[in-house]
């Protein structure tokens, strides 16, 4: 699956789950932290949402407090 597919879907959940703030196609993206691989949702305010990305492409939201500490929360009450 392509990181635009990828980036739709997890936006489409962000914004099912009461999220405001508009993601920034260009601040989000795919990492790897500790061999998982997570995509990132952000904006110019900070990260907006973590999900883990499966070998089959499912995401999967991450509570705030399991998110590595790299990706701290910056906007914390934009859901």
Do not use: C, Y
Request: net charge positive; charged share 15%.
């Amino acid at each position: 699956m392509t990181k635009a597919t990828l980036l739709d879907r997890a936006t489409r959940a962000w914004f099912r789950a009461g999220g405001t703030d508009q993601p920034s196609t260009a601040l989000s993206g795919l990492h790897t932290v500790a061999g998982k691989q997570l995509l990132v949702l952000a904006n110019i305010k900070g990260t907006l949402d973590v999900f883990t990305v499966s070998q089959r492409s499912n995401l999967r939201r991450l509570s705030h407090e399991q998110w590595p500490a790299t990706f701290s929360i910056t906007n914390p009450g934009s859901i």
